[in-house]
């Protein structure tokens, strides 16, 4: 089974509030990276957080890592419509694993 | 740098042909990833190479799929012979080390009739 799990599946919210995105893992990780993915394209990097951090900041990003709970959160403050898109995480520890992603719609 | 550059981007086929597709990584980044997506699976980690040499193939769906890197500007992905449930989007990616960011390329769309 997937070690990245996203949720929630989809998100629909009005420009300029914030969205948070979750992401639960089940075995233990070297890093946590979170990725951007607009339809039609491959996958941009957004934020890498090590084992051994719980917070980290780029821009109007924000993502934390709870390696208790296996679990870590994507922010992103004040929306805009160029965020809509796809947001995976993605674990290393034994193997590099993807979840199946959250689709984010940011509404005009 | 132009990127990760993969060909061809889209490329249709029939049930039981060869299918290959190549990539073409960021000069020096050490290693290399092939991905395939779909809606039911998600994103999955087929092989990756590290200095050319493959160093996790366990995500190879079966000996149909196999991949090279003879060297370190060029891998390609095979499929022999190519079934439906192979259609998919296969992402290449490429990056300095095991443990930071990926960059992706915009990926091959195969669909296998």
């Known amino acids: 089974s997937q070690q990245g799990e996203e949720d929630p599946q989809a998100l629909s919210i009005q420009e300029g509030e914030n969205a948070t995105m979750n992401c639960s893992y089940k075995?233990?990780?070297?890093?946590l990276q979170w990725y951007r993915q607009n339809s039609g394209r491959g996958l941009v990097h957004l934020i890498l957080?090590?084992?051994?951090?719980r917070e980290k900041h780029s821009g109007r990003l924000r993502v934390t890592l709870d390696t208790s709970k296996k679990s870590s959160s994507l922010l992103i403050t004040a929306s805009r419509a160029a965020d809509t898109a796809s947001y995976f995480c993605?674990?290393?520890?034994?193997?590099?694993?993807f979840g199946k992603g959250t689709r984010l719609h940011i509404l005009p | 740098d132009a990127g990760v550059i993969q060909s061809p981007r889209h490329e249709v086929t029939e049930m039981g042909q060869e299918v290959t597709l190549r990539c073409k990584p960021i000069?020096?980044?050490?290693?290399l990833f092939w991905y395939r997506q779909t809606m039911m699976r998600g994103l999955e980690l087929l092989i990756y190479?590290?200095?050319?040499?493959?160093?996790?193939d366990s995500g190879m769906p079966e000996d149909r799929f196999s991949a090279k890197m003879p060297n370190a500007s060029f891998s390609t992905l095979k499929i022999q012979p190519s079934e439906p449930r192979d259609s998919a989007v296969y992402f290449c990616?490429?990056?300095?080390?095991?443990?930071?960011?990926?960059?992706f390329g915009p990926g091959t769309r195969l669909t296998v009739l």
């Open positions: 075995t233990s990780i070297n890093n």
């Open positions: 000069s020096g980044h050490d290693y």
């Open positions: 990616a490429s990056s300095k080390a095991v443990s930071v960011g990926q960059f």
């Open positions: 957080i090590r084992s051994n951090e």
């Open positions: 190479f590290n200095n050319n040499v493959p160093i996790d």
């Open positions: 993605a674990t290393d520890g034994d193997k590099i694993i």
